[in-house]
């Protein structure tokens, strides 16, 4: 193991025996199903700053593999739209971590009728060189664990995940980032790394490193606030605004003209036709609001035109529009 990562492994050790709440502080809501019942030590162990789950990327009883399972409240409820032997995969590097979770997944089977703990296969694993064959995935996830990897180690394990994925697979990601400079005296802190905290990159950099590895979609489906890092409590001479972001990158071919890349920007049309076509695929009905992603947004502003209005990226996406 890099050296760095010992510092990771410790304090997810630590996490481990010693339930942390406060360790990662989750910005999506817990979402609460029919008949899902997550025991209270799988909310305790909730290390992440976001959500992985979400029902329209799991239908058709997918196979998931889940990256660094905390306390196994996602695979539970990645197992609740697969409920099928070893469907999902949950991969930790950290042994304690893995027995917890086991454990975890027997209180589960209790509260939950519909659930076999042997829904779940939990396996020791480095995200960097996943136990995990070539094109057998249909969702991979990881929730606030590739920000602790240096950069080439990110694009190492996001090339992983690509690989594992079969074609037009998911991969949902949950991470923070920062559009602020953070200092390099905090970069090389690895436990400040190892907290989430100062790992992060800038949106457009988490996504450049996902389209040069080959995912030819990109939506970007949130983004919200997530840390200070001030100046009373850090080395830093100004406060450091720390965002979480979740996007899903699908394995789709990248078009000849660039990766379609969504971050929440629409476009109405609003002139005297019933619609617009600019004969490319792109067809605009009067008065209809559509999503569009940032290429076809700039293709679009290029036209000039008057009567087309294009706002500007949300950084939140929820499906639909064209690219």
């Not at 305790?44 to 976001?50: L, P, Q, T």
């Not at 996830?141 to 079969?166: H, P, S, T």
Request: aromatic residues 8%.
């Amino acid at each position: 193991m890099k050296e760095y990562l010992k510092e990771t492994e410790n304090l997810y050790k630590e996490a481990a025996l010693s339930p942390d709440v406060g360790l990662c502080c989750t910005t999506s809501p817990v979402w609460q199903l029919p008949e899902l019942s997550i025991p209270g030590i799988m909310l305790e162990m909730n290390y992440g700053c976001g959500s992985t789950v979400h029902p329209r990327d799991l239908i058709n009883n997918p196979k998931v593999l889940y990256i660094g399972i905390g306390g196994g409240m996602e695979l539970l409820q990645f197992a609740y739209f697969s409920r099928k032997k070893e469907a999902v995969i949950g991969i930790d590097i950290v042994d304690e971590m893995l027995e917890k979770c086991q454990q975890n997944m027997m209180l589960a089977e209790k509260q939950n009728h519909w659930f076999e703990k042997e829904f779940v296969s939990l396996r020791k694993g480095d995200a960097l060189n996943l136990p995990v064959d070539d094109n057998s995935i249909d969702v991979a996830a990881q929730n606030c664990l590739f920000n602790i990897f240096k950069l080439d180690d990110l694009k190492l394990a996001i090339q992983e995940m690509y690989r594992v994925l079969k074609p037009h697979g998911r991969l949902v990601l949950s991470d923070p980032i920062s559009e602020d400079e953070i200092p390099e005296n905090l970069r090389k802190d690895d436990r400040l790394r190892a907290m989430c905290l100062t790992g992060s990159i800038t949106l457009r950099e988490y996504i450049k490193i996902l389209t040069d590895s080959g995912f030819g979609t990109i939506e970007v489906r949130a983004k919200r606030p997530y840390r200070i890092l001030d100046s009373m409590n850090f080395d830093t001479v100004k406060n450091i605004y720390i965002e979480s972001v979740e996007i899903c990158a699908i394995k789709d071919p990248i078009p000849d003209d660039g990766p379609c890349v969504f971050t929440g920007k629409a476009a109405i049309y609003f002139g005297s036709e019933d619609l617009f076509d600019d004969q490319k695929g792109h067809v605009l009905l009067k008065n209809q609001p559509i999503s569009i992603c940032d290429k076809t947004a700039a293709a679009l502003g290029n036209l000039k035109r008057d009567d087309i209005f294009i706002s500007e990226s949300t950084f939140f996406y929820d499906g639909g529009g064209c690219c």
